[in-house]
């Protein structure tokens, strides 16, 4: 398990992280989230040991993180760092040999990983010639080629299409099944929601949401109607409970909590042609704004 207990880190009068505390378990996926210069890349740095927290703890499995478990990591940087005269396969082996891995046990994992990510083909290629996208495979598997424990991603789908999204994901899960505690940012929070049961969401460093994401969707309450027919807008936003209405290819009809729905749905009954009624969960994304927007304007 990972925990990050009360850390804090500032760059001179500028504090970058501030008394952030929370937990990933053994075979959990955990989300850092928050826009830019909230404090992620901070918080990643000082986890792995690259840069020295002001104050806090941060252990792995009870022991402080150093040198001595830098083997049992794997961090994927925001910034791509490949050697770019090296072959696939060389800089693999560098990065394997770095933490400790036999050649022959490098090469076997590089081979399962290679197919795995439908990138075989470039084992013997130059990373210089391989297009962002592959460049950015090679990179996670330099992340993971050792099995971590603990395994940070800074932004791993950035540019990637959604076809490679899928196979990122799908490696990520299994290893979440092998018990890999998964911590990662994404300015995207549909692949935050699609594959991550905690989070935490930073403001100016600090964090101003945080737990289980079912959680933090019923605590924030609202629903979303979504309805398909002739409905009057304006008649609409008169219903008691009522405070939003968004106009997409169809109408989104936002409410304070879920008691309000049955004030919509009298209303709705009883117009033409409505071909849809379905209650849906907030969005993490209409989350995300809305706290992230309360906590700037303070
Ligand atoms: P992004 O999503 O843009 O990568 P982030 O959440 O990772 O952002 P950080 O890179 O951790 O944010 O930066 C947090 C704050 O600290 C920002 O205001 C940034 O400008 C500042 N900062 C980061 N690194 C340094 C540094 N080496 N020296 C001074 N200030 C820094």
Known sequence: M????????????????????FEVANGEIFGLLGVNGAGKTTTFRMIIGLLEKDSGKITLDGKPINYKIT???????????????????????YYGVLKGMKEEDILNKLDILLDKLKIKEYKDKKIKELSKGNQQKVQFITAIINDPKLLILDEPFSGLDPINVALFMNIINELKEKGTSIIFSSHRMEHVELFCEKLVILVHGKSVLEGNLKDI????????????GNVDKDELLKIDGVEEIIETNEIVVRVKNENFVSNVFNYVAKQKNITKFCVEEPTLNEIFIEKVGEEYEK
């Open 71 to 93: 083997d049992k990591i794997g961090f994927l940087t925001e910034e791509r760092s490949l050697l770019l005269k090296l072959t696939v396969k060389e800089q693999v082996i």
């Open 217 to 228: 969707k019923k605590q924030y309450g609202k629903k979303n109607i979504h309805i398909i």
């Open 2 to 21: 990972l925990k990050v207990e009360n850390v804090s880190k500032s760059y001179g009068n500028l504090k970058a992280v501030d008394n952030l505390s």
